[in-house]
């Protein structure tokens, strides 16, 4: 809408009043409003609200408002009798300021409260967000809302939108440097990075245009050359021209123009001056900005459509207003003739554009609308004892005010009250207008019109959960993001699998997407760091969410498992075919030869291992966990004692051969038998002591295998598996170097060389063990174990047993006495 003349601000003055105020006389004085350097009445009755501007002031163009200078000169007028202007000198009991409204920029508010808060005249600023520190102790009231709910609205629309790389731009004031100093830094504690800083200059139309308008083009050339898509613009009321302004002219400038989502605040509104009617606002399309909550009082639009110069004559802005809107010239007197351009009257408001002239009220428009409102109250509140008198107490009156209306602040600032729209009006304990933001997009058409449309709003007055609330599918966004939610930030989004790792000298917004690593996965869009999968799942191929695992452990049903077991029946089958070959045949005397207990009981341990062998596979339980190493220690240690005692026997029976020799007796007595028996009872002590200090039990190993969980048998004490492995190896060691010394004993006798051989597959098979045992992991350390039990088992019955059954059942002439008792030459 045109600024010159502040005419968007009548109607929302000139509006008819909801409940009448009787305790004011037809038509009173209520305040002054000043913007821009012009100074205008209030007027209330009984039904309308009237403002006039003062009848000595002349027409001021657009271009010098919003000027320091002028402002002073209107705070200034008002402390002076009207028409005489004598500062700090008031002859005139009839225009004395009840108050005065003033906005709607900090230039303005400022100004205003050095001359007039001296002097103590209640006023009432609007347009601009206001610190608690500036209202107490001063004799001013904000009419906008508190300026932090605003912030933490900004900051919850940025982080709805996920727009975490931003620019941010202010105009060169002090609003500029706290906007900067306090609000810049919470968006980046929460987690929002600031790719730029600009500052605006504020542009005085009276003088330095030119310098200002070279800043703002170098400023306007940084932003659009940034890669932040939305950009927060912290400006005031004036802020739109300048930047409608720097974007027309970028135009000739040859600067590129990218689409931008700007985010305004609502100090904010749209206004412009006479010679950009004709340009475009496409820019706008898709911007949110905040403004004031504000609602359309009843009767607003028939009031508006009703307007013209003829019917408010004695309004002072309605002629200059009309002519800048309509672009056309009134006759200086009744007897002129109408010229080509010369302005009706008669035209009509609802036909200008939007930009020019807005039928709706605006957030600023309803703050002044309710701080006219605001005025009356308090007036009403306060104790006048002679206040609505006039003739002979007009002098008492006069003292009265001179003495009483600085209170009139007091009452402010506790005034409460509903205006016409059923909305309530009041103050908190610090001064601030209890009042929401209500967030708009803007909807720009080919015809420099555009329309807003109100898509969320902050309400200090809901719960926590309900402050902030945003319809995004109201929301029409600009093409050039081919109309969906644009993204704002300094690179593109880690997908899941991916993490954020931070790129050197660059914000914490900046980031390279680097791969979870091996076991850990990501199941949203750029995480800070990789989340480790649950011990019982385990991460997909993309490392985006987790698979469970499945149980694992050496089963029959698989073929490994079903070959060891078959192996195991296949052997026990053979070794108990070979004992009963050794039973039926024991008369022989190649069975007698050697040591016939000894023999069965080593056939005996070797066909236990083998069906021992199967207690490795299938699902682990605790008994079979108790069983598996004990009873594999055991054994082995029985059936490694049988050989060794085998070999000594044998030596010693060849040595009792001698005449004269002393063997005879040892070789008589039971020394095999204690043998077995001693070297057995140490491992049964061993594996004894397991049992009753750590006993191995079902576990599960969760980490060994990505995918599995393996069901396998904890040791409990490593230490005392590695005791019977060792003890176990110890016997095997001496009956193999026992065997070996021996093994040059004449033929007739010697089982020695069987047994070497048996025994160096023995070891061979042990001593591979345990580095394969240890590299392997799950079911396939089973596996080892079990194939090294039926292999190391299986050797020592085929080396031992295979040519003995050989003779027995083949070569029957060889198992004779005459064999036995041949002496090598």
Not at 493 to 501: A, D, F, H, L, Q
Not at 630 to 655: E, H, Y
Request: aromatic letters at 12%; proline letters at 5%.
């Amino acid at each position: 809408m045109l600024l010159p003349t502040i005419i968007c601000q009548i109607p929302f003055i000139n509006c008819p009043v909801a409940k009448p105020l009787p305790l004011f006389h037809k038509y009173y004085q209520l305040g002054d409003l000043i913007v821009g350097g012009i100074i205008s009445h209030i007027y209330i009755s009984s039904d309308v609200i009237t403002f006039k501007r003062r009848p000595h002031q002349e027409p001021i163009d657009g271009l010098v408002l919003f000027s320091a200078t002028w402002t002073y000169l209107a705070s200034l007028e008002l402390l002076s009798t009207r028409d005489n202007f004598i500062p700090n000198y008031k002859c005139d009991d009839q225009n004395i300021p009840v108050a005065v409204i003033g906005g709607p920029s900090s230039l303005v508010s400022h100004t205003m409260v050095t001359i007039l808060c001296s002097y103590k005249v209640p006023l009432l600023i609007y347009g601009y967000s206001v610190e608690n520190n500036q209202i107490e102790g001063t004799g001013f009231q904000s009419m906008f809302p508190n300026g932090a709910l605003q912030y933490k609205a900004i900051l919850h629309l940025l982080k709805y939108f996920s727009w975490t790389w931003i620019g941010v731009i202010s105009i060169n004031e002090a609003n500029a440097e706290r906007f900067i100093k306090d609000v810049v830094p919470v968006f980046s504690q929460n987690g929002i990075c600031v790719e730029f800083v600009e500052i605006f200059p504020r542009i005085s139309f009276s003088s330095g245009l030119d310098k200002a308008m070279a800043e703002g083009a170098e400023t306007y050339i940084a932003v659009m050359r940034s890669t932040a898509n939305a950009v927060v613009l912290n400006g005031e009321f004036e802020t739109i021209i300048i930047l409608r302004m720097l974007i027309h002219f970028s135009e000739f400038a040859d600067i590129s123009v990218k689409t931008k989502i700007w985010i305004m605040t609502a100090e904010m509104d749209f206004t412009s001056v006479p010679f950009q009617r004709t340009w475009d606002v496409d820019f706008m399309h898709g911007a949110i900005s905040f403004a004031i909550h504000s609602k359309q009082p009843e009767g607003f639009q028939r009031f508006l459509q009703r307007r013209n110069p003829a019917s408010h004559e004695e309004d002072g802005f309605i002629r200059d207003f009309w002519q800048h809107a309509f672009n056309c010239l009134f006759s200086h007197s009744e007897g002129d003739e109408m010229v080509e351009g010369a302005c009706t009257g008669e035209e009509k408001l609802e036909a200008l554009p939007v930009s020019v002239f807005e039928m709706g009220m605006t957030g600023h428009s309803y703050s002044v609308y309710n701080a006219v409102y605001a005025v009356a109250h308090a007036l009403q509140t306060m104790p006048f004892s002679t206040f609505s008198h006039k003739g002979s107490m007009g002098r008492r009156r006069q003292k009265l005010v001179d003495q009483e209306l600085y209170q009139l602040h007091h009452f402010l600032r506790r005034v409460s009250f509903n205006n016409s729209c059923g909305e309530e009006i009041a103050f908190d304990q610090e001064g601030q207008l209890v009042a929401g933001f209500d967030i708009i997009s803007w909807v720009t058409f080919a015809n420099q019109s555009f329309h807003r449309i109100k898509v969320g709003k902050a309400d200090p007055k809901a719960p926590p959960e309900r402050m902030f609330t945003i319809d995004e599918d109201s929301i029409v966004w600009p093409s050039r993001f081919n109309k969906t939610r644009p993204l704002s930030v300094c690179n593109n989004v880690c997908r899941s699998g991916y993490r954020k790792t931070k790129k050197e000298g660059k914000p914490f917004c900046c980031y390279d997407c680097l791969p979870c690593p091996e076991g850990k996965i990501s199941n949203q869009k750029d995480m800070d760091d990789c989340l480790k999968c649950p011990e019982d799942h385990y991460p997909n191929k993309d490392q985006d969410f987790c698979i469970p695992k499945y149980v694992s452990f050496l089963s029959y049903d698989e073929p490994l498992g079903m070959t060891l077991a078959i192996m195991a029946i296949l052997f026990s089958f053979v070794t108990a075919l070979v004992l009963g070959i050794f039973l039926k045949h024991g008369d022989t005397p190649i069975v007698k030869a050697n040591n016939q207990k000894l023999t069965y009981t080593l056939l005996v341990s070797l066909l236990l291992s083998f069906f021992g062998a199967c207690l490795f596979i299938g699902q682990p339980n605790k008994s079979t966990c108790l069983l598996q190493q004990t009873v594999f220690g055991v054994i082995f240690s029985v059936a490694v004692s049988c050989i060794l005692a085998k070999t000594i026997v044998v030596i010693l029976a060849f040595m009792a051969t001698h005449p004269g020799s002393r063997m005879r007796n040892w070789v008589r007595k039971p020394l095999a038998s204690s043998i077995v028996l001693s070297c057995s009872l140490i491992q049964t002590t061993i594996c004894a002591v397991w049992l009753t200090t750590s006993p191995p039990f079902p576990d599960f190993d969760m980490h060994s295998r990505t995918e599995e969980i393996i069901l396998k048998c904890n040791e409990g004490s490593v230490a005392m598996f590695y005791c019977v492995l060792g003890y176990m190896g110890c016997l095997a060691i001496v009956s193999f170097i026992v065997a070996f010394l021996a093994r040059k004993l004449p033929d007739s006798f010697n089982e020695v060389k069987f047994i070497t051989f048996s025994m160096l597959l023995f070891c061979s098979v042990w001593l591979s063990f345990i580095p394969t045992y240890l590299s392997t992991k799950g079911k396939d350390m089973v596996a080892v174990e079990v194939f090294s039990i039926l292999a190391s088992s299986g050797g020592l019955l085929g080396c031992i047993f295979f040519p003995k059954c050989y003779i027995i059942v083949l070569k029957p002439e060889l198992n004779k006495r005459e064999q036995l008792i041949r002496v090598k030459n």
